[in-house]
Nanobody
Framework: QVQLVESGGGLVQPGGSLTLSCAASGFTLEDYSIGWFRQAPGKEREGLSCISGSDGSIFDGDSWKGRFPISRDNAKNTAYLQMNSLQPEDTGVYYC?????????????WGQGTQVTVSS
């Protein structure tokens, strides 16, 4: 069964840090490009960054917001989003998704999302 599972979200104070994980099962993570997305309350979903499956290139400009660094550990079949200096406007549900390319119009697999709340 193909699955992406996000974890690591929670409540954090402004200026704090969180590391989100995206664990893949049922497929090999490095065969896909992995993107991190965020949906803030009342706003459309936005792309944060993407790591290419082919060569590990990072996409964090243009249509990607590039707010936090993305990485992956192929041995663990897991991708990460390192979130530092968090601000209240970073509050939202964070999703990871898999596609053939970071420029994909549609994404093949989505995780269920993990809630991040930045508040004092």
């Amino acid at each position: 069964q193909v699955q992406l599972v996000e974890s690591g979200g929670g409540l954090v104070q402004p200026g704090g840090s969180l590391t989100l994980s995206c664990a893949a099962s049922g497929f090999t993570l490095e065969d896909y490009s992995i993107g991190w997305f965020r949906q803030a309350p009342g706003k459309e979903r936005e792309g944060l960054s993407c790591i290419s499956g082919s060569d590990g290139s990072i996409f964090d400009g243009d249509s990607w917001k590039g707010r936090f660094p993305i990485s992956r550990d192929n041995a663990k079949n897991t991708a990460y989003l390192q979130m530092n200096s968090l601000q209240p406007e970073d509050t939202g549900v964070y999703y990871c998704a898999a596609a053939t390319y970071c420029t994909a119009y549609t994404w093949d697999y989505w995780g269920q999302g993990t809630q991040v709340t930045v508040s004092s």
